[in-house]
């Protein structure tokens, strides 16, 4: 018979406006996935906590983001991580700069990245 994957998540997001054009989002995320992946009793629990901050044209965010796996009736247990530093800056033709560091630790190997994106945003 196939697995049945199921779960459930919840979030909030809250916006704190501090000033003329600043704010502050303070972001949390629970997630849980049953029969992760397919396999039966292999269970997944994500947490996300993020703090987003806008400066007039600027962004800059922090994230961590935390995944435990749980495999029934093994002794395997796996706690990956990952840490995210973010920021950029929104120009008046529509164009956004964003630059991303990250720290990752999956089944005990660490890793980093960095990152750059480029987008275009208009209104419709």
């Known amino acids: 018979f196939p697995v049945t994957i199921n779960g459930y ?8 406006k501090t000033g003329y054009r600043t704010s502050i989002s ?4 629970y997630a849980r996935i049953n029969n992760f992946t397919g396999k039966k009793g292999r269970d997944a629990t994500y947490t996300t906590l993020a703090l987003i901050g806008k400066f007039g044209n600027w962004n800059i965010s922090v994230s961590n983001v935390t ?3 749980d495999q029934y009736k093994t002794i395997s247990k796996s706690n990956d991580r990952q840490t995210q530093f973010s ?3 929104k ?8 630059f991303s560091r990250a720290n990752i630790k ?3 190997n660490p890793g980093s990245l960095y990152g750059a994106m480029v987008s275009y945003l208009y209104k419709f």
Do not use: K, Q
């Open 91 to 98: 120009f008046a033709s529509g164009i956004v700069l964003d």
């Open 9 to 16: 998540v919840f979030g909030s997001r809250h916006l704190l």
């Open 106 to 108: 999956e089944s005990d």
């Open 26 to 29: 303070p972001f949390v995320e």
């Open 67 to 69: 995944r435990n796996i």
């Open 87 to 89: 920021v950029g800056y």
